[in-house]
């Protein structure tokens, strides 16, 4: 199937630090969504991306579509402990099933 | 609203035995999907609905069976459970026709096959 290709795996970053993480695909996509995991719980939604070159923010979150249609990126601005998780890129061509990335698992150490 | 509920949240079965996962959701969403989620593999989709009464396979569908009780509901069979099927699975739906909407997840379903 297809693979979106989403770095880092893992982050382990200081309180108040930024985050950035991508997902990269060999595909074109025209839907680029973000999810967060919390331990023990399911994904949610933070941010979804319809639009070539658009840029959204979410609260300290802000997730940009590539112009390529390829890619997408997700930063998060001065971390804070809640930030910790599991975030999880999807990306969608045509009328097709999301496909997800492997995630990258964020730590913060306080 | 509940949103999206799952049954059972944990689960644990031996080597041939079957069981069944229940999914509903009230958000009067057409769509909906099962999830497997492994470590370090990420979401895996097992099977969709992406209406009612209309069901389709995904990336990773043989050992499942689906059901589209109706628009609510949609369960997941195991007809004989394999320690390769121990995971975490997930429902979600999503409210448009076919793909064009975001997906709301459930709290999930951890299984595991000894």
């Known amino acids: 199937g297809q693979q979106l290709n989403q770095s880092p795996q893992s982050m382990f970053i200081q309180e108040g630090e930024d985050v950035s993480m991508n997902c990269t695909s060999s595909?074109?996509?025209?839907?680029w969504l973000w999810y967060k995991q919390d331990p023990g719980e399911g994904p949610v939604l933070l941010i979804a991306l319809y639009k070539a070159g658009e840029l959204t923010s979410n609260g300290r979150l802000t997730a940009q579509f590539g112009i390529t249609r390829k890619d997408s990126f997700l930063n998060i601005s001065a971390s804070i402990p809640s930030d910790v998780g599991i975030y999880f890129c999807a990306g969608r061509k045509g009328n097709t099933p999301l496909v997800f990335g492997k995630g990258t698992r964020l730590s913060v150490i306080a | 609203n509940a949103g999206v509920t799952q049954t059972p949240k944990f689960q644990v079965l031996k080597t041939g035995q079957s069981m069944t996962l229940q999914c509903a959701q009230d958000m009067n969403h057409n769509s909906m999907y099962w999830y497997r989620q492994d470590p370090g593999m990420g979401l895996r989709l097992i099977y969709y609905s992406a209406s009612e009464g209309t069901t389709d396979k995904g990336e990773v569908p043989n050992g499942y069976n689906v059901s589209r009780l109706n628009k609510r509901e949609f369960s997941l069979r195991l007809e004989s459970a394999a320690p390769s099927q121990t995971s975490v699975y997930f429902c979600a739906s999503s409210g448009g026709t076919g793909f064009t909407d975001t997906q709301y997840f459930g709290p999930g379903t951890r299984l595991t096959v000894l």
């Open positions: 595909s074109i996509f025209n839907t």
